[in-house]
């Protein structure tokens, strides 16, 4: 759901207006915030040894920068400094700040403040505590084996529980909880967390993500209960389902200095719980949970109740590698609204208000030893090729002799909106959630336009109906898998600018990292290796979302573990060119281009149409690798594929650019935006290639010509490289067929596979990212070439056509930007932008078409810009110049108010008109 932003950015509040001009500017520090070790919020149980610290530097002092640090780690909450005290140093880093200081243990505590210095020496104060814990970092830190439910059916849910005596109260807990499948924990019958689905979702065969818990509130003097309900989720799917099932477990208690480990081990014991797995877990068969009544028993996981009937769980062999969970979790994000219930013959038919990924609840009365069937579809129509967009999701409840209960969803989810009850005596009471990874949303937007608002909400909503386990999928239904182009599209477009994502891609990147083959190829799908189609862009994952995580959030670590998977896949590249180009390796349906752009227009690997593509994502990639090579000093690898990158680029234009039409190929649009973007297309050729493009997106084909393939490289092109938002804002604006306005005036409430909206599935990520627009082009917040992680960045609001205003925000590390403009009736433009403290940024006002020099730019504390040229003495800016159509104000950090207009008794000829940036 939207959360309105009502205008919140203008005008700035007054009591800081008070402050501010007060104080000519130099107003009031604030202490260091929202401390983050790698990237998590007080993380528990994590396996950096030397994990990296970032803090924001909250500052109302215009044009403050932090000139300095210290940051104080302790293993104690008094703030002794005893694992690290890094003294003042001088430095205006704030985010990825490498811990320093003592050798650190597994499970040991830390707790940690910064206090910064800004420029003029003083201090801004010291932060808040914050925390982190050490997980298990040796493998010999596990005491016990894995252990299973020997003789369980491959779909069982079981119940694990192990009795421990305390004879003193715990000082501090843990548990350390692996599992082969998912899981949930418990400690005298209360569930330790709201997570769901745990663990993530990793490459089975290569590693698995244990989950600490601090379970210290929940331990007790005397008898204790420990218990787990294991589920077997995706060990259900695929070449998985041969696989080990069952779980690791170790509770590590303090008291009195001392520390007691429980490990798991055959003297916990098991008994198939109250539900179980039905149906597959695949390509059109992700089944779903059956509950059984008369198996439910309240009590299994509380102290007092007797398992003697139970059996003693089995040890395994099974040994995999285990790594800490270091993302945030799924949790029911969303309650989602019922609109109507409907009976229909023997059955209920159940609407929702749109479509969602998640769990439902529903109370159900039915026959005695009966099963009611529960389905959901993602479509409120019929398909008229009889595909319904159930997908095999189904789940049971097994009525007792008393003929009543409640069906919840525990190891598996549905998706979809329309909802389906059948064999059951009366209305079902149901709710339902929505589940998605539970990263904090720090982006918005809001305009003027209702229909560009809403495509905004569409494209985040089907971007978290699509992002559980830890993976984006294609869809949650039909296959569930986590391709490698919509990855890249969503990380880019929603993830990174929306969210606080790092964790999140940081664990991404590491599943792609598991789907490597020997040789270097990869997999078009991860972290579940998957026999797909796909083409190199699918499998170019790691060195996109590398890529991407480095210019937004300034991560160069994320470069350093990623940077032998990413070689080694372009290796792999060049040892497939034929005559300088890129050749098809693996079979046309494996060497794919463009998939599902408009008219069904996809490009099978073995024709000119996807060569082409394939060559340039090859040079687009190099580029982007060369770059991070030499952000980490790799000065010859940088050199090596800079030379690589350069003979491709002569190659790939000469095959495939025709000289006398200015084109490659044909007018497609993504075969000019793509040689253009990856820089294929030399200099002198540009403005050429740039008219044909824009006469095909125009006039040709006046809509988005993309699939999900083509549509991260065309948007990347018209936003960022073309700087022609402009164009996107016009195709934004139709309802006609292809066009999202369109899928909304059919009534889609997600993205659905083709632009035609009338085939399965309607949950699909192959046309999100457009939410890129909204921050990037309508506001107007980009990364500068200069500086990365939004260091420098700039404000160039997308003032276009007959869009009236606009606000909203973008997730930085170094805090949140915020901008709001308005053309004003009178002609003036208004923009108000929030510059986060040690940070710096362009901002772009733009000139009315009859501008004089009577036109001057005011800002809250005095004018800046008259007669053509910078006012210098307003606080925080730090000069001004022209280029084409804008007015460029360079600033520093702190809130501005800039009014641009005519000030002098002149009047505006009309409002700002839409200008097009070179």
């Given at each position: 759901m939207r959360k309105k932003l009502s205008h919140l950015f203008w005008p700035i509040e007054g009591w800081k207006w008070i402050l501010l001009l007060l104080t000519g500017g130099m107003s009031v520090y604030a202490q260091p915030s929202a401390l983050r070790c790698e990237y998590l919020e007080n993380p528990l149980g994590i396996d950096v040894r030397e994990p990296r610290l970032s803090w924001v530097v909250p500052s109302m002092v215009r044009g403050d920068m932090q000139t300095a640090y210290q940051i104080n780690v302790s293993s104690t909450p008094d703030g002794k400094g005893d694992l690290w005290d890094s003294g003042k140093v001088e430095s205006d880093e704030s985010i990825h700040v490498k811990y320093r200081g003592k050798p650190l243990t597994s499970g040991q505590r830390c707790y940690w403040t910064v206090e910064t210095f800004g420029k003029d020496g003083a201090s801004h104060g010291i932060s808040e505590q914050a925390t982190w814990t050490m997980g298990l970092l040796e493998p010999s830190a596990w005491k016990g084996p894995w252990i299973h439910a020997a003789g369980a059916p491959a779909t069982a849910h079981v119940w694990y529980r192990k009795k421990v005596v305390l004879d003193r109260d715990?000082?501090?807990?843990?548990?350390?909880?692996?599992?082969?499948?998912?899981?949930?924990?418990?400690?005298?019958?209360?569930?330790?967390?709201?997570?769901?689905?745990?663990?993530?979702?990793?490459?089975?065969?290569?590693?698995?993500?244990?989950?600490?818990?601090?379970?210290?509130?929940?331990?007790?003097?005397?008898?204790?209960?420990?218990?787990?309900?294991?589920?077997?989720?995706?060990?259900?799917?695929?070449?998985?389902?041969?696989?080990?099932?069952?779980?690791?477990?170790?509770?590590?208690?303090?008291?009195?200095?001392?520390?007691?480990?429980?490990?798991?081990?055959?003297?916990?014991?098991?008994?198939?719980?109250?539900?179980?797995?039905?149906?597959?877990?695949?390509?059109?068969?992700?089944?779903?949970?059956?509950?059984?009544?008369?198996?439910?028993?309240?009590?299994?996981?509380?102290?007092?109740?007797?398992?003697?009937?139970?059996?003693?769980?089995?040890?395994?062999?099974?040994?995999?590698?285990l790594v800490a969970e270091m993302i945030n979790p799924d949790r029911m994000i969303e309650t989602i609204p019922v609109t109507a219930v409907e009976k229909v013959g023997d059955s209920y038919q159940i609407s929702l208000a749109k479509n969602f990924t998640g769990f439902i609840e529903v109370a159900l009365k039915g026959e005695p030893n009966t099963d009611a069937v529960i389905k959901i579809k993602d479509d409120r129509k019929d398909d008229p090729n009889g595909e319904y967009g159930e997908f095999g999701q189904t789940g049971y409840f097994t009525f007792d002799e008393k003929g009543e209960g409640v069906f919840r969803n525990r190891f598996n989810y549905m998706a979809g909106c329309e909802i389906e009850i059948s064999r059951v005596t009366a209305k079902p009471e149901l709710k339902a959630f929505a589940v998605s990874n539970d990263f904090k949303q720090r982006g918005a937007f809001e305009s003027s336009n209702e229909l560009l608002n809403k495509i905004y909400e569409t494209d985040l909503w089907t971007f978290r109906a699509n992002t559980l386990n830890g993976v984006t999928m294609d869809c949650p239904h039909r296959e569930r898998l986590g391709y490698g182009e919509v990855a890249f599209a969503t990380c880019w477009g929603i993830g990174l600018p929306n969210y606080e994502a790092g964790s999140y891609y940081t664990k991404m990147i590491q599943g792609w990292m598991d789907v490597q083959h020997p040789d270097g190829n990869i997999y078009f799908v991860a972290p579940t290796p998957n026999k797909t189609w796909g083409g190199p862009l699918w499998s170019s994952a790691p060195v996109t979302l590398t890529y991407e995580l480095y210019r937004a959030y300034g991560d160069k670590g994320i470069i350093e573990k990623s940077y032998p998977t990413m070689k080694k896949w372009l290796d792999f590249l060049n040892g497939n060119l034929s005559e300088g180009i890129l050749a098809v390796y693996d079979g046309g349906n494996r060497f794919l281009g463009e998939w599902s752009a408009p008219n069904g227009r996809k490009n099978n690997g073995k024709t000119q149409e996807a060569v082409l593509f394939n060559?340039?994502?090859?040079?687009?990639?190099?580029?982007?690798?060369?770059?991070?090579?030499?952000?980490?000093?790799?000065?010859?690898?940088?050199?090596?594929?800079?030379?690589?990158?350069?003979?491709?680029?002569?190659?790939?234009?000469?095959?495939?650019?025709?000289?006398?039409?200015?084109?490659?190929?044909?007018?497609?649009?993504?075969?000019?935006?793509?040689?253009?973007?990856?820089?294929?297309?030399?200099?002198?050729?540009?403005?050429?290639?740039?008219?044909?493009?824009?006469?095909?997106?125009?006039?040709?084909?006046?809509?988005?010509?993309?699939?999900?393939?083509?549509?991260?490289?065309?948007?990347?092109?018209?936003?960022?490289?073309?700087?022609?938002?402009?164009?996107?804002?016009?195709?934004?604006?139709?309802?006609?067929?292809?066009?999202?306005?369109?899928?909304?005036?059919?009534?889609?409430?997600?993205?659905?596979?083709?632009?035609?909206?009338?085939?399965?599935?309607?949950?699909?990520?192959?046309?999100?990212?457009?939410?890129?627009?909204?921050?990037?082009?309508?506001?107007?917040?980009?990364?500068?070439?200069?500086?990365?992680?939004?260091?420098?960045?700039?404000?160039?609001?997308?003032?276009?056509?007959?869009?009236?205003?606009?606000?909203?925000?973008?997730?930085?590390?170094?805090?949140?930007?915020?901008t709001a403009w308005k053309k004003e009736k009178d002609g003036r433009f208004t923009l108000n932008v929030t510059v986060p403290g040690n940070t710096t940024a362009d901002i772009y006002l733009p000139k009315p078409e009859c501008a004089n020099r009577k036109w001057a730019i005011h800002e809250g504390l005095g004018v800046c810009w008259k007669n053509g040229v910078y006012v210098d003495g307003v606080p925080g800016i730090t000069g001004a110049n022209e280029e084409d159509y804008f007015v460029i104000v360079h600033v520093g950090s702190g809130e501005y108010r800039f009014e641009a207009g005519f000030f002098d008794g002149e009047e505006a000829e009309g409002n700002v008109k839409q200008r097009r940036s070179k």
């Open positions: 715990a000082d501090a807990a843990f548990a350390y909880v692996a599992s082969r499948g998912f899981h949930e924990l418990y400690v005298n019958g209360k569930k330790v967390d709201d997570r769901l689905m745990a663990p993530t979702l990793t490459s089975l065969d290569k590693r698995i993500h244990y989950v600490t818990y601090d379970i210290s509130e929940f331990l007790e003097k005397g008898e204790n209960v420990i218990a787990v309900w294991y589920g077997p989720g995706w060990t259900t799917f695929g070449s998985y389902k041969k696989g080990f099932r069952g779980i690791r477990a170790q509770i590590n208690i303090e008291s009195k200095g001392k520390t007691v480990s429980i490990p798991s081990d055959a003297s916990w014991k098991w008994k198939l719980s109250s539900s179980e797995h039905v149906g597959g877990w695949g390509h059109r068969h992700a089944g779903g949970d059956k509950v059984v009544a008369n198996r439910l028993e309240p009590d299994w996981n509380v102290v007092g109740y007797d398992d003697g009937s139970w059996s003693h769980a089995a040890e395994s062999d099974f040994d995999t590698t060559n340039c994502v090859y040079a687009m990639i190099l580029d982007m690798f060369v770059e991070m090579a030499d952000a980490v000093g790799n000065r010859a690898d940088a050199e090596e594929y800079a030379a690589r990158l350069s003979a491709l680029r002569t190659h790939v234009h000469q095959a495939f650019f025709d000289e006398e039409q200015n084109h490659y190929i044909n007018t497609i649009q993504t075969h000019q935006a793509l040689p253009l973007l990856s820089g294929v297309t030399p200099p002198e050729k540009r403005a050429a290639v740039m008219k044909v493009f824009e006469k095909e997106i125009l006039e040709t084909t006046p809509y988005l010509d993309m699939g999900s393939s083509g549509l991260p490289v065309l948007l990347k092109f018209l936003i960022e490289e073309a700087q022609r938002s402009d164009i996107v804002y016009t195709h934004l604006n139709k309802t006609t067929h292809p066009s999202y306005g369109y899928f909304l005036s059919r009534g889609e409430t997600t993205w659905p596979e083709y632009w035609s909206s009338d085939k399965a599935s309607k949950i699909h990520t192959c046309y999100t990212g457009i939410a890129a627009f909204f921050q990037k082009g309508a506001l107007g917040i980009q990364t500068d070439a200069s500086a990365v992680g939004f260091k420098h960045f700039k404000v160039k609001p997308g003032v276009f056509g007959d869009l009236d205003w606009a606000q909203g925000s973008a997730f930085s590390m170094y805090g949140t930007i915020r």
